[in-house]
């Protein structure tokens, strides 16, 4: 059974760091994109990152360029979330799922027809990262 949960949410102060932690089963990450995704309450469900599984090719949102890093562990069958210099604004319900469509990711259509999480399956429970002082 194709599963990925998430790990590594927690309470942090502004300025820190967490890692998040996307442990996949059998073998997604070599078949399928995976991207992170937030969602704050009462708000949709939006992509931050992406790394592609035909060469590693990475992708980050403007809001998160620069502060959040995604890799991959192919021993540990594992994709990473590393979040630095986080902000209130960061505080959200992060998730990771693959994208059924593509071994390669792109950069979201802005009318959300590709690259959206409509394209996304196997999702994880999600972890919760909350930013506050």
């Known amino acids: 059974q194709v599963q990925l949960v998430e790990s590594g949410g927690g309470l942090v102060q502004p300025g820190g760091s967490l890692r998040l932690s996307c442990a996949a089963s059998g073998s997604i990450l070599d078949d399928y994109a995976i991207g992170w995704f937030q969602q704050a309450p009462g708000k949709e469900r939006e992509g931050v990152s992406c790394i592609s599984a035909s060469d590693s090719s990475t992708y980050y949102s403007d809001s998160v360029k620069g502060r959040f890093t995604i890799s991959r562990d192919k021993a540990k069958n594992t994709v990473y979330l590393q979040i630095n210099s986080l902000k209130p604004e960061d505080t959200a319900v992060y998730y990771c799922?693959?994208?059924?469509?593509?071994?390669?990711?792109?950069?979201?259509?802005?009318?959300?027809?590709?690259?959206?999480?409509?394209?996304?399956?196997?999702w994880g429970q999600g972890t919760q990262v909350t930013v506050s002082a």
């Open positions: 799922a693959a994208n059924l469509m593509r071994r390669r990711c792109i950069i979201p259509s802005p009318d959300g027809r590709s690259g959206g999480a409509h394209e996304y399956a196997y």
